[in-house]
């Protein structure tokens, strides 16, 4: 059989995910939750995107879906396509090319079937049967290094499709792309998916971008972090193609912004605190100049205070996982509210964006020892020694208690950035240390 020979697809379970919880261990004996009750049934015939933000989890799943990591607890069941001797197991799209530079194209999407064994001239057939179907034909002998972007994935394809998977795993397979390629490569998968040339039966994808999850899936996974669960499972029932500009495409668009938005029912909210977590609070290291500019940006025509996030995103070219920490920092520090889709300035939020640098500065100093507890913290620490120094590295090892230590870090860096501004405290890189003042 040839790629494009696929048979016709049964409605049967080739994948199911029951109570999967996977923990990390962390340096000095700790232990961080990344997925947490995590149940999923991938049918045949069906696109499933699992949506969220980064650091949710859904490349965890994925690995653990493929066999490359044990979750710590659950079961992961993967089954072939019925009926066809062809289709069987899994293969994975990464999001970086992954292709070995010293290996030619058709070499990289040989490697596969060589590791199983399968004899040279087979091997070399089905290759090149997968490299015509993703339209990569003449560029057999070419290395990685003389292709684009789009082009090397499309060999990390040929490569998943050439040993005939019945279930093809992609972990953001467009986003190292630029949006024209990434649009191009995303439309010729889909044209290959709806004709039935590819012989995978089902397709399980990882995102962040909310228009690509409505485009490409048939049902949309959406994830909330610490730890990583399910929150919303959406049936997308729009035919193919899809339209952005259909009103029935953007109202999905903008029902799945209000869910990856909308505050859990059972989080308590403390006066002074973003909802409940003190300094164990994980911070997305976003710059004083982005938040000033988005502030700036909300405050004037055409939005005069106001806008709805998918709108934002799209005038704004900004994708979900870019907005969203942006808006909820924004909202964290009282600058502005979210209400489902809809971003509002604050009072503070519209002085902040008319007023002078050294008002400016004060405005955001206020609100940062106010609203985010981690720098409120180093400051009394600072406050309270009689040399007013602290090295960084206690204040990482009590968010390590939190988190793990690329985001105790990100989260510092975050602090650090927005102290320095508001002039709150000092950080010296090289001593890796704060001060209520820099000696220089």
Not at 202 to 226: G, K, Q, Y
Not at 313 to 338: N, V, W
Request: aromatic residues 6%.
């Amino acid at each position: 059989m040839t790629l494009a020979e696929a048979p016709v697809r049964e409605d049967v379970n080739l994948v199911e995910v029951r109570k999967l919880r996977h923990i990390y261990g962390k340096g000095g004996g700790g232990h961080l939750v990344v997925l947490d009750d995590v149940d999923l049934t991938l049918k045949t015939n069906e696109i499933v995107g699992l949506l969220g933000r980064s650091g949710s989890g859904k490349s965890t799943l994925l690995r653990a879906i493929s066999g490359l990591i044990r979750p710590t607890e659950g079961t992961v069941m993967v089954r072939d396509a019925p009926g066809d001797d062809t289709a069987h197991g899994v293969a994975m799209v990464f999001q970086s090319f992954a292709l070995f530079p010293w290996l030619t194209v058709l070499q990289n999407v040989e490697l596969g079937l060589e590791a199983k064994g399968v004899p040279a001239d087979e091997r070399r057939k089905r290759a090149i049967d997968a490299i015509d179907l993703i339209g990569l034909d003449g560029f057999e002998t070419a290395y990685p290094k003389e292709l684009s972007g789009g082009m090397r994935q499309r060999v990390g394809l040929a490569r998943a499709l050439v040993v005939q998977p019945a279930i093809l795993l992609m972990d953001e397979p467009f986003s190292a792309l630029d949006v024209l390629t990434a649009e191009t490569l995303r439309t010729d998968l889909l044209d290959l998916w709806c004709e039935g040339r590819m012989p995978i039966r089902s397709i399980l994808m990882v995102t962040h971008n909310i228009e690509e999850a409505v485009l490409m899936c048939d049902r949309i996974l959406v994830f909330a972090s610490n730890p990583g669960h399910i929150i919303a499972e959406i049936k997308v029932d729009l035919p193919q193609p899809r339209k952005r500009l259909d009103p029935a495409f953007r109202a999905l668009v903008d029902d799945i912004y209000a869910r990856m938005t909308a505050k859990p029912a059972n989080q308590p909210v403390r006066e002074g605190a973003f909802p409940g977590m003190g300094i164990g609070m994980a911070l997305t290291h976003i710059s004083t100049n982005t938040l000033a500019g988005m502030m700036e940006s909300l405050s004037q025509p055409p939005y005069s205070g106001k806008a709805e996030l998918p709108t934002l995103a799209s005038e704004l070219q900004l994708e979900a996982d870019e907005l969203l920490p942006i808006a909820e920092t924004l909202q964290l520090m009282r600058f502005a509210e979210i209400e489902g889709r809809m971003i509002r300035l604050t009072p503070a939020g519209k002085r902040y964006a008319v007023a002078e640098v050294d008002a400016r500065k004060q405005l955001f100093a206020q609100h940062l020892l106010t609203y985010v507890p981690l720098a409120a913290h180093i400051r009394r620490v600072l406050d309270d020694r009689a040399s007013h120094q602290a090295p960084a590295r206690r204040f990482r090892d009590e968010l390590e208690d939190f988190m793990s230590e690329d985001y105790a870090e990100e989260t510092l860096a975050a602090v650090v950035g927005w102290g320095r501004y508001a002039e709150v405290f000092a950080y010296r890189e090289a001593a890796d240390l704060f001060s209520l003042e820099d000696p220089g």
